[in-house]
Each structure stands twice: as structure tokens, then as C-alpha cells.
């Protein structure tokens, strides 16, 4: 069975369910298994990585490459 098929048939499960109690624990458990991919996928930054990104960052700013903060503010807000 391939992963499609799978969900297909947990989604008709899950739409069988008429325990509001079941659908919060599978909906923590979901969560709590997101965490835990992320968390394994997070790899911390090496000091080279560190001071690359800062001498980039410098070079940004000194070609002018940048964005104030109100106008990163005003960029946000279109994001909704």
C-alpha cells in the first residue's frame, strides 16, 4: 500500500470517529510527532557557517542591500 492509499484510509477512519476525546489525542499526538521530525531535522549552525553569514550580512549592508523595519513591517502585514 502506497502512502496515499494510506492516508486515504486513515482520513476514512479518522471521519468515523465520534470521540472528541480520540480526535485530541490523535490531534496531540500529530503535533508531538511534528515536533519530533523537526527537531531531528535541526542541525546547529557551525562557527564557519556563523561567521560566513555575519560577513555576509555586513556585505549586504554596506551595498545597501537591506530593508528598514518599517517597511519590513508594512511587508508582513500584506503576508495576511
Do not use: C, R, T, Y
Amino acid at each position: 500500500m502506497d502512502i496515499q492509499a494510506k492516508k486515504l484510509e486513515l482520513i476514512e477512519e479518522f471521519l468515523s470517529i465520534s470521540d472528541e476525546s480520540i480526535i485530541e489525542k490523535l490531534e496531540s499526538l500529530i503535533k508531538l510527532e511534528k515536533k519530533k521530525l523537526h527537531d531531528n531535522e535541526f542541525k546547529p549552525m557551525s562557527i564557519k557557517a556563523f561567521h560566513e553569514m555575519i560577513d555576509q550580512s555586513l556585505l549586504d549592508s554596506k551595498n545597501g542591500d537591506v530593508i528598514s523595519h518599517q517597511d519590513l513591517k508594512k511587508k508582513i502585514k500584506s503576508w495576511k
